[in-house]
């Protein structure tokens, strides 16, 4: 059996946005059942490979749209950050008050960071838990389509999305259509054009009928359908008859679906590239009391989580050992003022290798993980360097005090840039530094 399976990487993609739960998924696609020609085109001969082209790409799109898609998955990637940082929320409010403050005042910073967008909910599912218990049957006593969507009022679709999606109710068990034994079969047919694709998703009593719009529609076009759902029961057969209407091309946004956003240029006249539309994140505070429950150990310094699309969650370890020790060491400032800058310091460089990540089907490492990586090796370094820096005074840097020293030549570089240099003397150490004029 052909089997194409997925990195943890895939599920924190934009067009996925399942952080939570990625540690916990295993996509597995079956593909014995397809053509020789097929599978040779998708897998190398190791069989432990696939080919890079427009199949492997049309595969991944698809299982994308499915993971975003299920209901399921989103209410347990829900609940999990509930469970996370249910409480935490309204003490990161002044955090990322300060951070917008931050980015505000800096005229680069301000320029990326365009809007500071605030989730409006940032728990979509909090109500499920009130919720009944859903307790499905093993076999359905009803599969109905929800809505018309007759002759005289069909289903409208874009000519540019690539799947639309109708809505069934029932009473039928989660994994009705998935089960080994005795499993329930979805057909479609249509009279009218050759059905390329579609996918059911059921869960907790709605299922979600996702159909590729065929290649060759037209705008104007009327598209019947029919669907058909069966099990091992001869007497129990439900159908459905809907129409579809393909309408003029609407404007995409981000998260819809339509032609994959190509990454931003990093040419460097190109002003795309930059926080667009990234949320301000959720800053909190993590405490070695929950280092085990977040992750950390005393040298971590940052973690992020995806919370949706354009939105992502910084948990940051305020009881850091480099920290500590230089809140301990620098006894004439106050201890909170160095939190800050050490918090800060952390989420603006996490932000910039946000802004800087591409995702990619080859791409192993993901954003989480880089970041946690970066952020555990400069945490030694970001306070005296934030300190430092910010305590340097133009005596210190005033080069052109050097200009007239014979000791100074200009080095041969063999351009045309006016360069001047300075020498400056530490200990035994001479140290010659470059500047453009």
């Not at 020789?36 to 299982?63: C, K, P, T, V, Y």
């Not at 850091?320 to 909170?336: A, F, S, V």
């Amino acid at each position: 059996m052909e089997r194409l399976s997925a990195s943890t990487a895939f599920f924190t993609r934009n067009r996925v946005s399942l952080g939570y739960v990625s540690n916990s998924i295993l996509a597995v696609v079956d593909c014995s059942g397809l053509q020789g020609r097929l599978r040779e085109d998708l897998f190398m001969n190791s069989r432990d490979r696939l080919r890079s082209g427009e199949f492997e790409n049309a595969i991944e799109r698809q299982l994308e749209d499915l993971l975003r898609r299920h209901e399921g998955l989103r209410q347990l990637n829900e609940k999990r950050r509930r469970e996370k940082i249910e409480g935490r929320l309204q003490d990161s409010r002044p955090l990322k008050e300060i951070l917008q403050d931050i980015l505000r005042k800096s005229p680069t910073l301000s320029r990326l960071f365009i809007e500071g967008k605030q989730l409006h909910n940032p728990f979509k599912a909090a109500s499920i838990a009130s919720e009944p218990e859903f307790n499905g049957k093993r076999f359905p006593t009803f599969f109905t389509l929800i809505g018309k969507l007759s002759e005289d009022q069909p289903k409208q679709c874009p000519i540019n999305n690539s799947y639309f999606r109708v809505k069934f109710t029932t009473d039928a068990e989660n994994d009705y259509f998935y089960r080994v034994n005795d499993s329930g079969h979805f057909e479609l047919i249509s009279p009218d054009v050759e059905i390329e694709d579609y996918f059911v998703n059921l869960w907790n009593g709605t299922a979600n009928l996702n159909v590729r719009v065929p290649e060759d529609a037209e705008v104007g076009e009327l598209i019947e359908y029919n669907s058909r759902v069966s099990d091992i029961r001869e007497t129990e057969i439900f159908e459905s008859r809907f129409f579809v209407l393909i309408t003029e091309a609407e404007k995409k946004t981000s998260g819809e679906q339509g032609e994959r956003k190509k990454p931003a240029s990093k040419d460097p006249g190109d002003d795309t590239h930059g926080l667009h539309g990234l949320n301000l994140p959720n800053v909190i505070r993590v405490y070695e009391n929950e280092w085990d429950r977040y992750g950390f150990d005393r040298y971590d310094a940052l973690h992020i989580s995806k919370a949706s699309e354009d939105n992502y969650d910084f948990f940051v370890n305020v009881d850091n050992w480099h920290l500590k020790t230089e809140q301990k060491g620098k006894t004439k400032t106050d201890p909170r003022i160095l939190e800050a800058r050490y918090m800060y310091g952390h989420v603006i460089i996490a932000l910039a290798l946000i802004t800087d990540h591409e995702e990619g089907e080859d791409q192993i490492t993901t954003i989480e993980e880089l970041v946690q990586k970066v952020s555990r090796a400069i945490s030694p370094f970001i306070l005296p360097m934030v300190e430092e820096l910010g305590s340097l005074e133009l005596e210190d840097v005033a080069l052109d005090t050097f200009e007239g020293d014979p000791s100074n030549e200009e080095p041969e570089v063999g351009t045309s840039i006016n360069r001047k240099s300075a020498v400056k003397k530490a200990g035994d150490q001479q140290y010659t530094l470059w500047r453009n004029q």
